[in-house]
């Protein structure tokens, strides 16, 4: 199974990005999608995770409301519609993927993307 993470890049604040996640092979609505991001100087956190069937989907608080993670089985992609960005949201995003783990530990995933950079200016 591989990730590409595509659709980063320098916005200005407030305005929307969206990011996309394709995923390799025949069994991605198997796979339970998350993103992560990461800043400089600064951990791997959760952004957002959507279950494989799409029913659980779980936001970081900083994110609530602004950000919308999503599916297309289909398509075996995971996007990330963001919106009203901020500064603070200026981070490398990682897309990743795990056949029976839901949570907020990015070791615990199965599959990793390679990033995307999201800059956001002020």
């Known amino acids: 199974v591989q990730l590409q993470a595509s659709g980063g890049g320098l916005v200005q604040a407030g305005d929307s990005l969206r990011l996309s996640c394709a995923v390799s092979?025949?069994?991605?609505?198997?796979?339970?999608m998350g993103w992560f991001r990461q800043a400089p100087g600064e951990e791997r956190n959760l952004v957002a995770r959507?279950?494989?069937?799409?029913?659980?989907?779980v936001y970081a608080d900083s994110v609530k409301g602004r950000f919308t993670i999503s599916r297309d089985n289909a398509k075996n992609t995971v996007y990330l519609q963001m919106s009203s960005l901020k500064p603070e949201d200026t981070a490398v995003y990682y897309c990743?993927?795990?056949?029976?783990?839901?949570?907020?530990?990015?070791?615990?995933?199965?599959?990793w993307g390679q990033g995307t950079q999201v800059t956001v200016s002020s």
């Open positions: 959507i279950s494989d069937g799409g029913g659980t989907i």
């Open positions: 092979g025949r069994t991605f609505r198997s796979y339970n």
């Open positions: 990743v993927a795990a056949r029976n783990y839901r949570g907020a530990n990015y070791a615990d995933y199965d599959y």
